[in-house]
């Protein structure tokens, strides 16, 4: 069984995201091992300096790299990052399986993203979308499109 670990930037904290997570990972359970962390977001002044928001992404990714897996091959998700299909993430995820992927971590930054040296060492950079969105909501559609790309690769009905 596929090893994920999903950690994001930030505490839910609204409950229809809390329900749509839950919902997901207990729909993920036959697939993966599938380990969520949260780490702390970095408080900001209202209107943060760029030198304030590079501490506080800095600050951000020593957490994430505390909580990571040894050896990770990671996925960052972030806007400069590939858009890629529903069935392109299958494929990949069908290649994590076969190569024996002992520890993948997909990663969701907070309101400013993740910190540069994060995106530099993900073995692949994802988009969702060129849209924005909260990065609660990142977490709901990452993890249904992970349950999507199992069902493709068991050839479900499920993705149609």
């Known amino acids: 069984m596929l090893p994920i670990q999903l950690i994001c930037v930030g505490k839910l904290k609204e409950k229809f995201y809390q329900d749509a997570c839950a919902e997901y990972i207990k729909r993920l359970s036959p697939h993966c091992k599938l380990e969520v962390i949260e780490v702390p977001e970095a408080k900001l002044s209202q209107s943060p300096s760029l030198g304030e928001i590079t501490l506080a992404l800095e600050k951000e990714a020593e957490g994430i790299r505390k909580k990571m897996a040894p050896n990770a091959s990671i996925v960052a998700l972030c806007i400069e990052g590939r858009q890629r299909s529903s069935e392109e993430l299958a494929q990949l995820l069908l290649t994590w399986e076969q190569n ?28 969702m979308s060129p849209m924005t969105f909260p990065h609660h909501l990142a977490r709901v559609m990452l993890l249904e499109q992970l349950y999507r790309a199992f069902k493709i ?3 479900s009905p499920y993705h149609k």
């Not at 002992?102 to 040296?117: D, Q």
Request: charged share 15%; net charge neutral; aromatic share 6%.
């Open 100 to 127: 024996s992927a002992k520890n993948l971590v997909f990663l969701i930054g907070g309101s400013n993203g993740l910190h540069p040296s994060l995106k530099a060492e993900a073995w692949v950079q994802l988009s």
């Open 153 to 155: 690769n068991e050839g």
